[in-house]
């Protein structure tokens, strides 16, 4: 719905942050007057923008399938996609004309760039009067949308910001009245032996809300009171900051340290009884880490809501509510109230009795899913996504972006899990440490990205004759085993606002096809080749300078051209279980590059010690020093002293380790502070190593 304002909204901060294109455009300025307020013109469309994005956010979800609201929405879209276009248009004569400057040829070609930067100053002009006429419409169609949020879906907003929900109306639930009232019995039983209530069931079974209306209900009866969401991504010092804060202290505590927050809190609370709870705990250690701060009050309660059992478990069997879903006749209940909200007794129209039915036995009486299909006809499908490769390929989107001290990294798994816990995303595989590794969409989610995919120029393609078909303005390309020869004299695809091509086990993809794509499409962004049959990347690949992700993982790739260099807002290159050996030695003037993914199966049955292997460091490694995923390289005498640099790394992967190495190489390991993920593998099963030498400092690594 934002997402394109989003993006464009990215994009133009990108270019306004750009001293070097300042500068240079500062000399063409000097020829031509209407070039001298470009920034500023671009600053007003930001602005205008922005408004625009906060409009769409507060327009209610029961008016989002309002034909008029859709169609100026559509209008919003339409103007941002011409944002972004031009705003690329910038960047890349941005970059070019510092390249030729750097090279002295800047005089050579400097009346071409004046007419290419006036060419953007004019359309820039152009997109001021198309934004003036959709505020028009705005003004003119949109007062009669309400710009209030339906309860539920502002409870679900809130949550997503941490804030505290509002109460969810008596009305609006259903099926939840005999644990409500049991839930509100343990909160005043005087005999019991632990002050810890848990509500654990699946994700959507609706835990929060029926925590949520209990607590709302009951707060005023405790002098002291707190809700926090906890999630996967905690910390304990952050986690004592807000409860301290929501139990009414008004003092400084930023310099306060763990020691220095629990005895505060222990401080306010004393004599006072307490309500806390905490949402969404994934792990015991959560609860352990804080409670002493507040488990000597015998007068507290605390109510837990998770997914997991164990730590459902920190209740007494006494105390432990798990949750189930609803049945047959509460969730189409359910469903009628979110579904037909404005109608008459919420009642189901005769002519959609039997779909709505169908609905919500795929929901399978999970509230979360009935809600959210109620108002949005949500539709998913079962297919395994990676988690990383999902988070990195949101980021070079730019769908996710840095928040506070968070990297975007960080924001996206929140977004994952957000998603998760709205049942739009289920968990197919954990880790040895419980974190999702695999996920996969339902159904009816797949069914409503199907539903929008026209409207955000999506476009899918199996063979030949649906790519010649395809809109040329499409924005994102995917298609999945392709297994259809094209010829050589076939003509060039031109797609030249396309972003995203993604092409999942092509059988049949030749090098000329994808050249002839790339030639086209001067600012796609990713480019995911994933188990292809692709042998090479053509050498055009390096002209792509807005390239942010490839996958070439499983792929038949041997080599990538030197070319590459030249990519230097590349984020991820994942090219393991490939034939590459190597890494071209320019890859260290990627410096934005923040994950690199690297490794080769010598032996597929994995039968042999060092069945898998990494790929040589490049010498300048030490360049990369944004650098968070190094998986895998070879260990060498020189790679302590390239790491040294590498202190964002989170995960790094080593093999071939000698005995006469470690020793630096594992001191090197223990100095980083991020360290989340480990991997070392030794040169043969008969090397010795000194782990005696590894000692890290990271509180992320975890032994599994």
């Given at each position: 719905?934002?997402?394109?304002?989003?993006?464009?909204?990215?994009?133009?901060?990108?270019?306004?942050?750009?001293?070097?294109?300042?500068?240079?455009?500062?000399?063409?300025?000097?020829?031509?007057?209407?070039?001298?307020?470009?920034?500023?013109?671009?600053?007003?469309?930001?602005?205008?923008?922005?408004?625009?994005?906060?409009?769409?956010?507060?327009?209610?979800?029961?008016?989002?399938?309002?034909?008029?609201?859709?169609?100026?929405?559509?209008?919003?879209?339409?103007?941002?996609?011409?944002?972004?276009?031009?705003?690329?248009?910038?960047?890349?004569?941005?970059?070019?004309?510092?390249?030729?400057?750097?090279?002295?040829?800047?005089?050579?070609?400097?009346?071409?760039?004046?007419?290419?930067?006036?060419?953007?100053?004019?359309?820039?002009?152009?997109?001021?009067?198309?934004?003036?006429?959709?505020?028009?419409?705005?003004?003119?169609?949109?007062?009669?949308?309400?710009?209030?949020?339906?309860?539920?879906?502002?409870?679900?907003?809130?949550?997503?910001?941490?804030?505290?929900?509002?109460?969810?109306?008596?009305?609006?639930?259903?099926?939840?009245?005999?644990?409500?009232?049991?839930?509100?019995?343990?909160?005043?039983?005087?005999?019991?032996?632990?002050?810890?209530?848990?509500?654990?069931?699946?994700?959507?079974?609706?835990?929060?809300?029926?925590?949520?209306?209990?607590?709302?209900?009951?707060?005023?009866?405790?002098?002291?009171?707190?809700?926090?969401?906890?999630?996967?991504?905690?910390?304990?010092?952050?986690?004592?900051?807000?409860?301290?804060?929501?139990?009414?202290?008004?003092?400084?505590?930023?310099?306060?340290?763990?020691?220095?927050?629990?005895?505060?809190?222990?401080?306010?609370?004393?004599?006072?009884?307490?309500?806390?709870?905490?949402?969404?705990?994934?792990?015991?250690?959560?609860?352990?880490?804080?409670?002493?701060?507040?488990?000597?009050?015998?007068?507290?309660?605390?109510?837990?809501?998770?997914?997991?059992?164990?730590?459902?478990?920190?209740?007494?069997?006494?105390?432990?509510?798990?949750?189930?879903?609803?049945?047959?006749?509460?969730?189409?209940?359910?469903?009628?109230?979110?579904?037909?909200?404005?109608?008459?007794?919420?009642?189901?129209?005769?002519?959609?009795?039997?779909?709505?039915?169908?609905?919500?036995?795929?929901?399978?009486?999970?509230?979360?899913?009935?809600?959210?299909?109620?108002?949005?006809?949500?539709?998913?499908?079962?297919?395994?996504?990676?988690?990383?490769?999902?988070?990195?390929?949101?980021?070079?989107?730019?769908?996710?972006?840095?928040?506070?001290?968070?990297?975007?990294?960080?924001?996206?798994?929140?977004n994952l899990m957000e998603l998760i816990y709205r049942n739009m995303l289920q968990i197919k595989e954990n880790d040895e440490l419980g974190r999702v590794t695999t996920c996969t969409m339902h159904d009816i989610v797949r069914d409503l990205a199907l539903s929008i995919a026209k409207e955000e120029k999506f476009g899918s393609a199996n063979d030949?004759?649906?790519?010649?078909?395809?809109?040329?303005?499409?924005?994102?390309?995917?298609?999945?085993?392709?297994?259809?020869?094209?010829?050589?004299?076939?003509?060039?695809?031109?797609?030249?606002?396309?972003?995203?091509?993604?092409?999942?086990?092509?059988?049949?993809?030749?090098?000329?096809?994808?050249?002839?794509?790339?030639?086209?499409?001067?600012?796609?962004?990713?480019?995911?080749?994933?188990?292809?049959?692709?042998?090479?990347?053509?050498?055009?690949?390096?002209?792509?300078?807005?390239?942010?992700?490839?996958?070439?993982?499983?792929?038949?790739?041997?080599?990538?051209?030197?070319?590459?260099?030249?990519?230097?807002?590349?984020?991820?290159?994942?090219?393991?279980?490939?034939?590459?050996?190597?890494?071209?030695?320019?890859?260290?003037?990627?410096?934005?590059?923040?994950?690199?993914?690297?490794?080769?199966?010598?032996?597929?049955?994995?039968?042999?010690?060092?069945?898998?292997?990494?790929?040589?460091?490049?010498?300048?490694?030490?360049?990369?020093?944004?650098?968070?995923?190094?998986?895998?390289?070879?260990?060498?005498?020189?790679?302590?002293?390239?790491?040294?640099?590498?202190?964002?790394?989170?995960?790094?992967?080593?093999?071939?380790?000698?005995?006469?190495?470690?020793?630096?190489?594992?001191?090197?390991?223990?100095?980083?502070?991020?360290?989340?993920?480990?991997?070392?593998?030794?040169?043969?099963?008969?090397?010795?190593?000194?782990?005696?030498?590894?000692?890290?400092?990271?509180?992320?690594?975890?032994?599994?």
């Amino acid at each position: 719905m934002a997402e394109a304002v989003l993006l464009a909204l990215t994009k133009i901060g990108n270019v306004l942050a750009d001293q070097v294109a300042k500068d240079l455009l500062a000399k063409l300025s000097e020829k031509v007057n209407n070039l001298r307020d470009l920034d500023e013109k671009i600053e007003q469309m930001r602005m205008q923008l922005a408004t625009m994005n906060n409009v769409i956010w507060k327009i209610s979800m029961t008016c989002l399938t309002d034909e008029v609201v859709k169609g100026w929405i559509g209008e919003v879209r339409k103007v941002a996609y011409r944002v972004e276009d031009v705003m690329d248009k910038y960047s890349y004569y941005s970059v070019q004309m510092a390249e030729e400057w750097f090279l002295k040829k800047y005089f050579i070609k400097g009346s071409h760039y004046v007419l290419v930067f006036t060419q953007i100053a004019d359309e820039v002009v152009k997109i001021e009067k198309e934004i003036k006429q959709v505020v028009e419409l705005k003004d003119k169609w949109l007062p009669l949308c309400p710009f209030v949020s339906h309860p539920l879906t502002e409870m679900e907003r809130q949550r997503s910001q941490d804030i505290f929900p509002e109460l969810v109306k008596d009305e609006d639930l259903v099926g939840i009245e005999d644990n409500r009232r049991l839930l509100t019995e343990w909160l005043y039983y005087d005999e019991l032996d632990n002050k810890v209530i848990t509500v654990s069931g699946m994700g959507g079974l609706g835990k929060t809300t029926l925590v949520t209306n209990v607590y709302e209900r009951e707060k005023t009866n405790f002098s002291a009171h707190a809700w926090m969401a906890v999630s996967q991504t905690y910390t304990v010092d952050a986690l004592l900051k807000k409860l301290l804060r929501k139990v009414g202290y008004k003092g400084e505590i930023d310099k306060m340290d763990v020691y220095d927050l629990k005895e505060e809190i222990t401080r306010v609370l004393k004599d006072r009884k307490c309500l806390i709870v905490l949402d969404d705990v994934w792990d015991q250690e959560a609860y352990f880490k804080i409670c002493d701060a507040f488990q000597s009050n015998q007068q507290s309660r605390v109510i837990i809501t998770t997914r997991k059992n164990h730590v459902a478990a920190l209740a007494s069997s006494a105390c432990r509510l798990d949750l189930q879903p609803l049945d047959g006749n509460q969730a189409f209940d359910l469903f009628c109230r979110r579904a037909f909200y404005s109608t008459k007794d919420h009642e189901c129209p005769s002519e959609l009795v039997e779909v709505a039915a169908s609905i919500v036995d795929r929901c399978q009486g999970l509230p979360l899913a009935i809600v959210s299909i109620g108002s949005l006809f949500l539709f998913s499908e079962d297919y395994p996504i990676s988690r990383e490769s999902l988070v990195r390929l949101w980021i070079a989107e730019g769908f996710v972006l840095s928040k506070e001290n968070n990297t975007p990294e960080v924001v996206a798994e929140g977004n994952l899990m957000e998603l998760i816990y709205r049942n739009m995303l289920q968990i197919k595989e954990n880790d040895e440490l419980g974190r999702v590794t695999t996920c996969t969409m339902h159904d009816i989610v797949r069914d409503l990205a199907l539903s929008i995919a026209k409207e955000e120029k999506f476009g899918s393609a199996n063979d030949f004759g649906t790519m010649v078909q395809i809109n040329k303005d499409v924005r994102r390309l995917s298609s999945y085993e392709w297994n259809d020869s094209v010829a050589a004299t076939a003509p060039k695809f031109k797609l030249p606002r396309l972003r995203t091509l993604v092409s999942l086990g092509a059988i049949s993809f030749p090098t000329y096809m994808l050249d002839s794509i790339l030639s086209e499409s001067s600012y796609l962004t990713v480019l995911e080749l994933q188990d292809s049959e692709i042998t090479q990347l053509p050498k055009s690949i390096g002209n792509m300078f807005n390239l942010r992700y490839i996958g070439l993982r499983r792929t038949k790739v041997k080599s990538l051209p030197d070319s590459i260099e030249k990519l230097s807002n590349l984020y991820t290159l994942d090219i393991k279980q490939t034939k590459i050996e190597k890494l071209p030695r320019g890859i260290t003037k990627i410096k934005k590059l923040r994950h690199l993914l690297a490794d080769r199966y010598d032996d597929e049955k994995h039968s042999e010690f060092r069945y898998f292997k990494g790929v040589q460091a490049p010498k300048d490694l030490s360049n990369l020093e944004e650098l968070q995923t190094l998986e895998t390289v070879e260990a060498s005498k020189d790679l302590a002293v390239q790491l040294k640099k590498l202190m964002q790394l989170r995960s790094v992967w080593i093999d071939n380790i000698s005995s006469a190495d470690c020793g630096n190489i594992f001191a090197t390991l223990s100095t980083m502070p991020l360290l989340s993920s480990l991997l070392l593998s030794a040169r043969d099963e008969n090397e010795p190593l000194c782990f005696e030498a590894l000692q890290p400092m990271s509180k992320e690594l975890h032994r599994s």
